[in-house]
Structure formats: structure tokens, C-alpha cells
């Protein structure tokens, strides 16, 4: 039997790439949610067009958004067996959902990341501090609770189950990590898979901009700390 797959994508100001993700996400997809997360141009309309399922969250911030679709979900049946988060700048290969579900459909993993790893990356398509960020984050998280991360990737699937479990509650940056890390600290099983990843469409509200990566950096950091003292 199929498993029942369903995509939360967080979008601001998407309308030139979102259309682009949704059309590339193969078919073994169930549901796709959109999260436009205030966006002020035609991120929303043009989602719809491509068959999406659309929420607006007003609160800005990444953890929002993807609290927002899983609101939705836990709302809705059917509850889906695997959710997968995915951005919406197309940065990602959509159509690589496909491997990573594998290793939950065939091995039982609970989580599945897509690792951006340097081989597959296209030029530019990371900033240093990202780059830096992720090195930092991951080795941290192998010092304090011997985790093989080598990514903070948002390209990831998780069983929906094991989703709910982690009570996942950060509203912005923090998002990715907050995940690692109570993964680890529950035990479940998890693993990684090369991703290909390439330039954005757009700027980024992360990395774009030294606010938002300083801020970035300032969460992850915290929710490493604050778990390595739990």
C-alpha cells in the first residue's frame, strides 16, 4: 500500500518560483500546502493555479508557517503517513522527493534529511555564512549528543506520528534545529540523503540579508545550548 505523502511549503513572496516547485513535485503527493507567510505579492493566487492547498499565516516567521500546515493537517483526514517540507524559492529538486520517503517507506526512519552536500551544490547557491552556520550547528550537535548531521537542510520527510511526537513549538529560525534535536533526544531513527541544490529564485529572508543570518545563528545556537544542558 502507497503511503499517503502531504508537502508543507513555507512561502513569502514566492510568485516567481512557486509555480516552478509545484509543477516538479511528483504525483505520489497527495496534498500540497502553501503557506504564504504575509507575502504581499501573487505567491497565493499563483499557487492555487497550480493546485495547491493555500493558507495565509500573518506572524511572520518560518516556524510559523510550518505550524501552521500542521495545524491544517491535524485538522483534516486523512492524516497523511509521511509530511514533507519543502521551501519555495526552488532551490530545491522537488521531483527528489522520491528519495527522500525512501528510507522511511523501506528502512522505517522516522526522519529523512536532504543533505545539501558540496558535490551536488550548485556555484553561489549557499552563502559563507550558511555554509559556516550549518558546519558549526552539526558539529556541535556531534560533540553534545553524537549526531551524523552534516546539514541543517530544509528539503526533509518525517513519519507523521514521529512528527507530532517532537511537539515542535519554535516560531522562526529555529524551525530546522529544534527538529535535529529532539530527534536525537527521543532516539528515533534518522538518516541522510544527498540532495542537488541550486541558486534561489529571489533573495533570501535568511541568508539574504546580515540580520537575518545573525538572528538565524543566535537561535540555533540557543536551541543547541539549551538542549545540551537538558
Not at 521551501?87 to 536532504?114: F, H, R, W
Not at 533526544?185 to 540532495?195: D, R, S
Request: glycine share 8%; proline share 4%.
Amino acid at each position: 500500500m502507497e503511503p499517503l505523502i502531504k508537502v508543507i511549503i513555507p512561502a513569502y513572496n514566492e510568485q516567481d518560483s512557486i509555480g516552478l516547485v509545484l509543477q516538479d513535485i511528483p504525483a505520489i503527493v497527495n496534498e500540497v500546502i502553501v503557506v504564504s507567510n504575509a507575502s504581499t505579492d501573487n505567491t497565493e493566487q499563483v499557487a492555487q493555479e497550480n493546485g495547491a492547498t493555500v493558507l495565509r499565516e500573518e506572524q511572520m516567521g518560518y516556524g510559523y508557517a510550518c505550524l501552521k500546515g500542521m495545524n491544517y493537517i491535524a485538522s483534516h483526514t486523512p492524516k497523511p503517513d509521511i509530511v514533507v517540507f519543502l521551501d519555495g524559492d526552488y532551490s530545491d529538486y522537488p521531483e527528489e522527493l522520491t528519495k527522500l520517503i525512501a528510507p522511511i517507506v523501506q528502512d522505517n526512519c522516522d526522519m529523512v534529511i536532504g543533505a545539501r552536500d558540496k558535490r551536488f551544490r550548485e556555484s553561489g547557491s549557499m552563502t559563507g555564512p550558511q555554509i559556516f552556520g550549518n558546519w558549526l550547528a552539526t558539529t556541535l550537535m556531534s560533540l553534545f549528543f553524537g549526531a551524523r548531521f552534516t546539514d541543517l537542510g530544509p528539503f526533509r520527510a518525517m513519519k507523521y506520528d514521529s512528527l507530532l511526537a517532537l511537539e515542535m513549538e519554535d516560531k522562526t529560525y529555529g524551525w530546522t534545529v529544534e527538529m535535529q534535536l529532539k530527534v536525537l533526544k527521543k532516539k528515533m531513527k534518522y538518516t541522510e540523503v544527498p540532495v542537488n541544490y541550486r541558486n534561489r529564485i529571489g533573495v533570501s529572508k535568511v541568508s539574504g540579508t546580515v540580520k537575518g543570518a545573525v538572528m538565524a545563528g543566535v537561535k540555533i545556537l540557543g536551541w543547541i545550548f539549551k538542549y545540551s544542558f537538558k
